[in-house]
């Protein structure tokens, strides 16, 4: 694992945050004042209010304007195991991330058309060597000590955005098998798919990208049918950066096809929001069977090298559904709940996936934007899986077999300290953690406790700055 050192992002995330607001100001003709925080930031529920810098400037939407829109932000964590796991100890994952958005239409005439060039820089250490789990990680973790471009491609959006066509370096986690509560969690187990998408396939996990290309059909504003094609790449998520290599197809190990078909409205058109999807995936790349070397003999006792299998699929099927509101009003405060499974063919390491929870939207009137989230994951894991995890404990020296699935919790806070703003405390319980991994598991271990906190800022929204409406 890289050495756990302070994050290269924070202070120049900080720095940034301390600059723009002056640079607004001298560069706006004539810039209004901001309200007094007293007017502004309490009614708003926020602590303090940056927000207003930008608009009064009018530097953002000068941007704006010119095509030009800035979005990306940080997001560190501090997870520590403060009881069962593997052992005791802490990490804190960095993300720093910049994206900039580009209005073909605006900057070179080509109606529906945009770029995304996101650049994502990370650093940090392994959970999993604590709490046990090798599944179940903070969202910020991996690729560590490395930048890069999480996005490079072309949008392009044809007939009057009833099809969305999106090809170059891309991940498909955003664009499939992802609710938009999905990431009001901290660890992977929800943010921003179910676990089993992308631990069941090759496909590239962001920040890793890949060449690929997706296609979403609207036959009305709330359907869509999406399929996307992309590259297999065992390199890219290891691999020291893609900023300046690997942009060939030279490393392809074969193609991940996913397709999903749903129902989703917003606040827009819907006072009750909802999203319903299902939708599955074929993978037909080689990958290592979970228990067999390649004479078909348990790999624990015989060694050697693991045989390669080809061709996984899985099915799934979400849903997400506001089902109370205190009121109609414009706030967006109300209760939803949410929930889901995935099903794996035989050789997938994780065979079933189940998952439900729910997020209130601002439990307190005078704090609209705080947000109380809670998640439950359960995950049965593949025989073979199981069985070589057995013989690995056994031959350790510890008797028993180990557990066939893996439960965990998660209750947090998210806390608008600021517009763009937050911090998030959580905690985290986990019920057999998997040691997937580990090179001699223990049947014996029972249990995981995660207490941890989660700080964010997002650029566009502490700043005030205009954003791009991306289409999917």
């Not at 009305?220 to 999406?226: A, D, G, H, I, P």
């Not at 693991?306 to 699929?313: H, K, P």
């Not at 406790?449 to 650029?459: R, V």
Request: proline share 7%; net charge negative.
């Amino acid at each position: 694992m890289p050495p756990l050192r302070p994050s290269r992002a924070a202070p120049f995330a900080a720095a940034l945050l301390w600059l723009l607001p002056g640079l607004a100001t001298a560069f706006a003709q004539s810039a209004t004042a901001p309200a007094a925080a007293g007017d502004t930031a309490w009614q708003s529920g926020y602590l303090f209010d940056f927000s207003t810098f930008g608009p009064s400037s009018g530097v953002g939407q000068a941007m704006a304007n010119a095509g030009i829109y800035l979005n990306g932000g940080e997001t560190g964590i501090l997870a520590s195991n403060v009881a069962g796991g593997a052992k005791q100890g802490s990490v804190f994952d960095n993300d720093f991330e910049v994206e900039v958005d580009l209005d073909m239409a605006r900057i070179a005439g080509i109606p529906g058309a945009a770029m995304h060039i996101v650049v994502d820089d990370r650093v940090g250490g392994y959970y999993g060597k604590f709490s046990g789990s090798n599944t179940l990680t903070p969202q910020t973790f991996g690729p560590n000590e490395v930048m890069q471009f999480q996005e490079f491609d072309w949008d392009q959006s044809l007939f009057n955005d009833h099809v969305l066509l999106l090809i170059g370096r891309q991940s498909p986690v955003f664009d499939f098998n992802s609710l938009p509560v999905a990431c009001d969690f901290v660890f992977t187990n929800a943010c921003t798919n179910f676990t089993a998408f992308f631990v069941n396939d090759s496909a590239a996990i962001a920040p890793a990208s890949t060449w690929g290309a997706r296609i979403s059909i609207h036959p009305t504003s709330e359907t869509y049918l999406r399929a996307g094609i992309y590259e297999d790449d065992p390199y890219a998520y290891t691999q020291a950066s893609n900023l300046t290599n690997n942009w060939g197809l030279g490393h392809a190990s074969g193609s991940f096809v996913p397709v999903e078909l749903g129902y989703k409205t917003d606040f827009s058109t819907d006072s009750y929001p909802r999203v319903y999807a299902i939708g599955g995936f074929y993978d037909d790349s080689p990958y290592p069977d979970p228990l067999f070397n390649g004479a078909g003999l348990p790999l624990p006792i015989y060694g050697g090298t693991a045989r390669q299998d080809q061709g996984r699929e899985s099915l799934y099927a979400m849903f997400q559904q506001m089902i109370w509101r205190p009121d109609l009003s414009e706030t967006r405060r109300g209760l939803t709940v949410f929930g889901g499974t995935m099903f794996g063919s035989n050789q997938s390491e994780i065979r079933q996936y189940y998952q439900a929870g729910l997020s209130d939207q601002g439990p307190f009137a005078s704090h609209p934007h705080d947000s109380v989230n809670f998640l439950v994951v359960y995950q049965v894991f593949n025989q073979r899986l199981v069985e070589d995890q057995t013989l690995l404990a056994n031959l350790g020296g510890y008797p028993g077999r180990t557990n066939k699935g893996e439960t965990d919790f998660e209750l947090n806070y998210l806390w608008q300290i600021g517009a763009g703003v937050s911090l998030q405390p959580f905690v985290e319980y986990i019920i057999n953690p998997d040691q997937i991994g580990f090179a001699v598991p223990n049947p014996r271990l029972a249990n995981s406790t995660t207490l941890g906190m989660q700080f964010a800022i997002a650029l566009p929204d502490s700043l005030g700055l205009p954003v791009f409406a991306r289409k999917n």
